[in-house]
Every structure is written in C-alpha cells, then in structure tokens.
C-alpha cells in the first residue's frame, strides 16, 4: 500500500540554526506534494507545495526539495524561530488522482532559545 | 469567520452515547473530509465526500457515519462512543485543485 513517512519523531533546533525536516514517501506515481504545519491545538496549514516537475521550490524561509530517484521529500526552514516550533506533517496525492492526501506520521520541531 | 469551522471546539461524553460533530466551510469546495489525530499514528482519513450526493468510507470509518447535508456542511456522528474513540477530529476541504486542504481547528472528543 501507499505510505508517507518521516525519519524522525522529533528533531530539536538552536533558535537561529536552519532546520531540515525529512519525508520518504512509496508511491512514485505521486505528482504532487504539501507540507503542512500543525500548531499545539490547532488544525494543520498549508506551509508549501511542490509538483514533481520540480526539484525545488522556495517560500518564506521555507524550501522544499524533492528527490523523485530515491522518493524523499525534505523542509527547510532558515533561522529557525520559537514561532516555528510545531509538528510538521508532509502529505502527497495517492495513486489515481483520487483527490485524497495521504499523511507522513509527523515530526515535532523543537526550537531551543 | 474560520473558513472551516467545527463545532464543538471540545466535548466530553460518556460510553454509548450518540454524538455529532459539525463542520462547515466557506470555501465552496465540494470535496470535504474527517479525519482522526491520535498521537503518534498522525491523521486518519475516517469519511470523505466529493460532493453532496457522493460519500466514501476512508480507512477507519468503523463506529462512525456521516452526512452531508449541504455543500458546505459535512457532520460526523458516532452511533455509540466508546473510549478508544477518544481522539482529536478534523474537518477538511479542498482537493479539487491546487492547494491542498484547509483543515478546521479540531474537536477534542473524550469519551468516559
């Protein structure tokens, strides 16, 4: 079956240090993929996109790469805030074009001042 | 106003009960989801409807119903609670274009 995961449960940062937050996905056929941002109780939001047209894609101190050959999908995040400290979840479409995102397990970003 | 709103924001019930959590959207998607968060095992799609007359089971939809009483309304009722559905519930919309979802801010189910 399709799965999305993340390689660590949790990664901890130096306020100010760049953060890389890592994502291995199975579904080749996958075209198109989201990182999302889930703050202590609230829902998740949107951070990010990237198309697997693209390598690479730049946003606000955020960047997403995507490695079709070994299905790896990475979020960097420059001079890492307090502000940033949340879980992190990377998402991609299923087989099909169903429409429906399937979701990494997450990773909890800590920032240390 | 959210453009996905749930109601309500927590709720405490006891086992056997029905409940039904509500959710609306201002975004004029037609595809909506639910979807379950309980740590560690991330979010678990339970119901999905790509529009008003088109509902799917997701992969934990066991215990669960849905309704889609209108494009903007999608609600999730639990027949009879029981404590291991105890678990953070989201509301989504979107996926009919680029974008992804918008996610509501959650319901905190507890069931006792």
């Known amino acids: 079956g399709e799965s999305v995961g993340l390689h660590l449960p949790t990664l901890s940062v130096q306020e100010g240090d760049n953060s890389i937050i890592n994502c291995a996905y199975s579904?080749?056929?996958?075209?198109?993929f989201i990182w999302y941002k889930q703050e202590s109780g609230k829902g998740p939001q949107f951070i990010i996109d990237i198309r697997s047209n693209m390598d690479k894609r730049q946003g606000q101190r955020v960047t997403v790469l995507l490695n079709k050959t070994v299905k790896h999908l990475s979020l960097q995040i420059a001079a890492t805030q307090p502000g940033d400290s949340a879980v992190y979840f990377c998402?991609?479409?299923?087989?099909?074009?169903?429409?429906?995102?399937?979701f990494g397990q997450g990773t909890t970003l800590q920032v240390k001042p | 106003d959210a453009d996905v709103t749930q109601t309500p924001r927590n709720r405490i019930t006891k086992t056997g009960k029905r409940i039904m959590l509500e959710c609306s959207q201002t975004k004029g998607h037609d595809r909506m989801y639910w979807y379950r968060q309980d740590p560690g095992l991330g979010l678990r799609l339970i119901y999905y409807s790509f529009d008003v007359k088109d509902i799917n089971k997701g992969e934990i939809s066991d215990g669960y119903s849905v309704s889609r009483q209108a494009q903007a309304k999608f609600s999730l009722s639990l027949e009879s609670a029981i404590p291991n559905q105890t678990a953070l519930y989201f509301c989504?919309?979107?996926?009919?274009?680029?974008?992804?979802?918008?996610f509501g801010s959650g319901t905190r189910l507890t069931v006792v």
């Open positions: 989504a919309t979107g996926g009919d274009g680029a974008g992804g979802y918008t």
């Open positions: 579904n080749s056929a996958s075209d198109y």
């Open positions: 998402a991609e479409y299923g087989s099909g074009n169903t429409g429906k995102l399937i």
